[in-house]
């Protein structure tokens, strides 16, 4: 525990304020990437034709956990709240969605999504580690406005 104190600790005084601007893009991606797999159903529905009833209900309140993580992540990241928790419960998802689902698809083809997971991942491993950042609900109301 000690580590990660240190860790957090380290985050928050070497954090750039232009590094927030990537921190609100990066929750608008994952509530943009929530909302398209909510609009995309179909690919689930694929999945779930020829499966079990035990393995369709599986696949289904995954997929439903899926999109209420990214827009609910997303939206917390965006704001800057509970960004460390937020980035480390979705970079399993995003884990599964680089080497799992991606990789399938061909790395090379054009309009890869794999390449874009990536630079997703990367940015949910940067902000578990730097944290919120100056532009963010809770520094607001952490800090007095003389510090601001």
């Known amino acids: 525990m000690n580590m990660l104190k240190k860790i957090e600790n380290w985050g928050d005084h070497h954090h750039p304020k232009w590094l927030d601007f990537f921190r609100i893009l990066l929750g608008l991606v994952l509530?943009?990437?929530?909302?398209?797999?909510?609009?995309?159903?179909?690919?689930?529905?694929?999945?779930?034709?020829?499966?079990?009833l035990g393995t369709a209900i599986s696949i289904s309140l995954l997929a439903h956990f899926i999109i209420v993580l990214h827009i609910v992540g997303?939206?917390?990241?965006?704001?800057?709240?509970?960004?460390?928790?937020?980035?480390?419960?979705?970079?399993?998802i995003l884990i599964g969605a680089v080497f799992f689902i991606n990789i399938s698809g061909g790395i090379f083809k054009p309009y890869s999504e794999f390449w874009f997971s990536i630079s997703v991942l990367a940015g949910l491993i940067c902000f578990a580690i730097e944290g919120n950042g100056y532009l963010s609900v809770e520094r607001q109301k952490i800090l007095p406005k003389e510090a601001i």
């Open 31 to 52: 509530m943009w990437k929530g909302i398209d797999f909510y609009v995309n159903m179909q690919a689930f529905s694929n999945l779930m034709r020829g499966a079990f």
């Open 74 to 92: 997303g939206l917390a990241i965006t704001l800057g709240t509970y960004t460390r928790t937020f980035c480390l419960i979705n970079l399993p």
